[in-house]
């Protein structure tokens, strides 16, 4: 038994494409790791410093911040993994820098426009007004195009293997200078509860600098002339725009309808029992970074064989690590929950409930990132937007009876409608199987 055992380890790190997910998945692990700390540092240093109902303010702000910013990145992001890939399109300066361009402009319209109806927003269609937001919203907003730089500037380096760079701005990055500039306007400015979301303003400003900096050193300079099609471009970005707004307006439903119902209180401690939940997705993220570009040129090249084995690997590392994880957050949930405050530990139900939608993560593994990689990418867009319609009439239905805990339920759910239905489709449509099998 154990001889076959180790001979499976041996063939396993021999093979170059195993190897490389499995040493690029563990930096990026790392830098993962390193983002979640500085992220829940940043999250205790306000939860201890300011309380449950400062954070349910910042949570909601960064609600906003999430949920505009993928609409003004126009998909842009996800496309830019799948086409610099292919070596066709490595060297073309123009399309990177006209597709950065845009998504800036369009950002910041989107953000101008949300900062003239503000308030509004924030009082008139909260059926729990929350008018103590508006003084924190110009500083979230107007981060969300310089959000847009870093991410796309982060995909353009995960499309050229350039996976550290990628790894540091898409975690550590955003919350290791948030924190360091929070600790400096605390301690040596101001103590007002608004430093939470200016330290955030001026770390993502910081890292949108260093972004396009390294960017510029790649391509040796800057031009907007441009080989490939832009209109196609933007054409194939679009449904994943729109597949990709679908999961993230999925992904902070709840705790936008948690503000629009509950106190700020509330809001807090969801996003808490949220926030150590995804704890989950480490290793789907990890392992997804070094995916997406091998498959889409696995796929490209017509190699199937090279292409069902790497997702067949990846899913089954993915749920091994994961579904470990979950067991090991449901255990340790009382003291992980306390980290914030005593008052936090309220969300314990919630966190369960949360870390079994989880486990649907794990079994079904990267499907979204296998279907857009595939061009399927407007399949998964329709199956994410039944699910966000869905949740969204289960969470408007559950919040106002069970508070955080109906809205648990409902991301649960439509967590497992959306996974299982990509699963199935490209089981049946496309005979991939993307699903954890012994």
Known sequence: MIKPLLGKVKSTIGDKDFSEILSKSFYFILFRIGGTIFGYVFSVFITQTYGANTYGIVALCFSFFIFIGVFGRLGIDTNIVKVFSKSEYRSDAGLFYKAVSKSFLVSLVICFIVYVFGEEIVVDLLVEPKPEILPYLPWVLFSVPLWSIVLISASFFRARSQNNIFA???????????????LILYFFLDKDPIITVQSHFFGILVLALVSLILVYRDFN??????????????????????????????????????????????VGIYNIALKISTLSIFFLQSISSILAPKIAKAYAEDDIKNFNKIVK??????????????????????????????????????????????????????????????????????????????????????????????????????????????????????????????
């Open 313 to 438: 690997f990846s899913t089954k590392i993915n749920f091994y690590l994961s579904s470990s994880l979950i067991v090991v957050i449901i255990i340790f949930r009382k003291f992980l929950l306390n980290l914030f405050g005593e008052q936090f530990v309220e969300g314990e139900v919630i966190l369960i409930i949360l870390c079994a939608g989880q486990i649907i993560n794990a079994f079904t593994g990267p499907v979204g990132v296998v279907m857009q990689m595939i061009g399927q990418q407007k399949v998964f867009r329709n199956i994410v937007i039944v699910a966000l319609i869905l949740n969204i009439i289960l969470t408007i239905t559950l919040i106002p009876l069970y508070g955080g805990i109906g809205a648990a339920i409902s991301t649960s759910i439509s967590m497992f409608v959306w996974n299982i239905s990509s699963s199935v489709y490209l089981r049946v449509r496309k005979g991939i199987k993307s699903h954890f099998t012994l």
């Open 168 to 182: 540091f701005f898409n975690n550590p990055g955003r919350f290791l200078f948030s924190l360091l500039f929070l």
């Open 221 to 266: 300079g800057i031009k907007f002339n441009h080989e490939s099609h832009y209109w196609m471009f933007l054409k194939d970005a679009f449904p994943m725009m729109l597949a990709s707004s679908a999961i993230i307006i999925l992904s902070s439903t709840d705790t936008f309808l948690m503000g629009v119902f509950e106190t700020n209180e509330n």
